[in-house]
């Protein structure tokens, strides 16, 4: 079945590093993808997404490219900063049984940004 | 005003009780879901309706029953509660086809806690 695979963490880095968390996918067909980012003590937020092949995604700094050749939508940013501290996690949409949408999730990667 | 909000936020409860949630969207959506979060993380969908129709039923035992009065109410009673149903449970919502737009709304999750 379709499914989502991210990069382990949890990744400590220190403020204004690059960020890069990897994510790759397996599907049939031609999913959208997505970031989602949860705060701590919150609920997910929809960060970015990309609909069809070479698009990009952007917001806050944050981007991702959908490449298809390489099934992978991995998320960059150039200088990261202490409130970026989350758990990021990749998505995909897939048809279910019943013929509606829903979003797969990957194991989310848990980000520390330090002083 | 909270789009997506959940109560309670914590329950702490025994073995055997039987507890309900509930959530309540007031962005006129279509679709609303529960999601479950275990320990790790890892986020795996549990139920998805749609204008009060269950769409998604994933494999999630008869414990579990999702009740909707109305499209921006959707209820998860959990009967015979079990230690291994500690988790954080997310509902969300979404306009129509939300998984293929990828919009999804996240209330701030209910912590259970079975002892």
């Known amino acids: 079945g379709d499914s989502v695979t991210q990069m382990e963490g949890p990744v400590t880095l220190s403020e204004e590093a690059f960020l890069t968390i990897n994510c790759t996918y397996t599907a049939t067909g031609y999913p959208s993808l997505f970031w989602y980012v949860q705060y701590p003590g919150e609920g997910l937020q929809l960060l970015l997404k990309?609909?069809?092949?070479?698009d990009k995604g952007s917001n806050k700094g944050f981007e991702a490219t959908y490449r298809k050749e390489t099934t992978s939508f991995h998320l960059e940013k150039g200088s990261v900063q202490v409130s970026d501290s989350a758990v990021y996690f990749c998505?995909?949409?897939?048809?279910?049984?019943?013929?509606?949408?829903?979003?797969?999730f990957g194991k989310g990667t848990k980000l520390s940004v330090i002083p | 005003d909270t789009a997506v909000s959940q109560t309670p936020k914590y329950l702490v409860t025994q073995m055997g009780n039987d507890k309900s949630i509930k959530c309540e969207q007031n962005l006129g959506h279509d679709t609303m879901y529960w999601y479950k979060q275990d320990s790790k993380k890892f986020l795996k969908i549990m139920f998805s309706?749609?204008?009060?129709?269950?769409?998604i039923n994933e494999t999630v035992p008869n414990r579990f029953s999702p009740k909707s009065p109305d499209k921006a109410h959707l209820n998860l009673h959990i009967n015979s509660l079990e230690l291994g149903d500690s988790a954080v449970y997310f509902c969300?919502?979404?306009?129509?086809?939300?998984?293929?737009?990828?919009?999804?709304?996240f209330g701030e999750g209910s912590r259970l806690t079975v002892l």
């Open positions: 969300a919502s979404s306009p129509l086809g939300g998984g293929l737009s990828g919009e999804l709304f």
């Open positions: 990309a609909t069809k092949a070479d």
């Open positions: 309706y749609n204008n009060k129709e269950l769409i």
């Open positions: 998505a995909l949409s897939t048809i279910s049984g019943a013929g509606s949408y829903q979003l797969t």
